[in-house]
């Protein structure tokens, strides 16, 4: 039964990309939640979602590249931790090597196979006949690109189930300590991917906005969201306005001529 | 929605192409990316315009497949523009469509502005910090709030963006471009951005010493009599910016995160951090 709904979380995290129109649902935050309502401990899995997505929140899909495998990464790691009383570190330290095994066969897909699919796609494009592309771009392309991911991820769930309890109980005290330290310093690495993402030399400063704020006054971070907001909103009307001084001021250069 | 006269096209067949956006991904390819799946999403349009003319339907169609990338939601804005741009090709027989194709190739840029950067680097990460907040504690609106405040927008731009394109054409997008709403919406979104960051950074990178020095009431301990009174989260400040600074250096996110467990294992071994 277990297997069973986890086969389905797979779909539902897969199904960002052939159903969901990339609406973010295949994110730790979302994923580990769903993993851990499969399994009966919801609360763990929202918990362990949030910090793992912290991890992962500067990884994100752009064009080509497919750095990471979250879905996988999210429902295996969960479901390791949830069976072994563990927390994110454990989900961390098996759903890792999990999402680069499928994400390995995703790739192996999408260089042998996909091209020949799409070669496919267009000569029944070419003859023009509607109903029958239709069937093969969105059911050959979600079967082919997605059901091997959903197959690995439930394989690797009853494996996981057998073998997990066996290889935690091999690892040292300290070892574990270790990881738990690590996967607290996780997010930093995210926060790093986040800045090299967007930072320019004129908005650094607003980072230490946020930092002090949280830093020193103990803002929760729903307060400095708003705080930040406020700011933007009293920028904007600065920005505005000395747009419009500049106009008049050019405005009484001319008068001052006649 | 307001059509044309001469048009096939009625609203139920905007709402097939609408809710077959979701799906575009389902054909991902690394060489055309979402062409297939744009042509996919195009077709109850592309059925209509070319109804009695099977010879345009064919070629509209398989050009249609050709290389295609924008973010998700914003591809039916193009959609939209170039829908009225396939019936005017339907009606005149002089009408050239690699126009479509080269309108289609030049909106990607722009779109995809909005869609990466506004939407998906900046605004879900301003999502994300304030769903973390409620998700850490084991409370569900964390992940529900997630997908609500993140998906709103993109659906109400994906679907007036059909809308907005296919009434208004390519002055839609004139209209977008020269009032450089996307340049300050990315301006001030990234400073929002950069605060929500920082905070997070104070508040989500969990990282104490026990190291102490001395004995007995002389005993100074690292965390909470310096760091903590000089500045409270110097060792997250610092973890982040050494991450920033390999990450800028080009090395690969694999060697930083099995760098961090060696970092963490080792630490712990020692006594330098604790959990």
Known sequence: MQTFLIFLVAIFGYAEYFLFGRGQTYRPIVMCAVTGLALGDFKAGIIIGAQMELAFIGVQEIGLSTPQDMVSASIIGTAIAIR????????????????????????????????????????????????????????????????PSIILVTVTFVLGNYFAKTIMSFIPKFVQDGLVIASGILPAFGFAMLLEMIMKKDVFPFFFVGFLMAAYLKIPIIGIAFFGVVIVAIMYFRDEQNKNNQKEEVSTDEDDDF | MKMMTSSNLKKKDFVKAFWRTFSMGASWEFSKQLGVGYAYAMTPLLEKIFKDKPDKLKESLKRNTEFFNVSNFCSSSIMGITASMEEK?????????????SIKASLMGPLSAIGDSLMMSTWRIICTSIAAAFALKGNVLGPLLFILAYNIPCTLIRWYG????????????????????????????????????????????????????????????????????????????VATFIMYKLLKKGVSVGWIILGTFVLGVICSYFHLLSV
């Open chain 2, 89 to 101: 090709y339907a009606v005149d027989d002089d009408f050239d469509p690699t126009t479509i194709s």
């Open chain 2, 162 to 237: 059909l809308k907005y394109g296919y009434t208004m054409g390519v002055s839609f997008f004139d209209k977008l471009s020269s009032s450089d709403i996307i340049g300050k919406l990315s301006h001030y979104s990234s400073i929002l951005g950069m605060i929500v960051i920082g905070a997070m950074t104070s508040s989500y990178v969990v990282m104490k010493t026990p190291v102490s020095f001395g004995k007995g009431g002389a005993k100074l301990s690292l965390q909470s009599d310096v760091f903590n009174q000089i500045i409270p989260g110097l060792l997250p400040l």
């Open chain 1, 84 to 147: 072994t009383n563990g927390s994110f570190s454990t989900a961390i330290a098996f759903g890792l090597p999990i999402s680069m095994l499928v994400l390995f066969v995703q790739n192996l897909v999408y260089i042998l196979i996909s091209p020949l699919f799409v070669q496919k796609c267009e000569d029944i494009a070419g003859k023009g006949e509607t109903k029958k592309f239709s069937r093969w771009a969105f059911w050959g392309g979600t079967l082919l690109h997605f059901g």
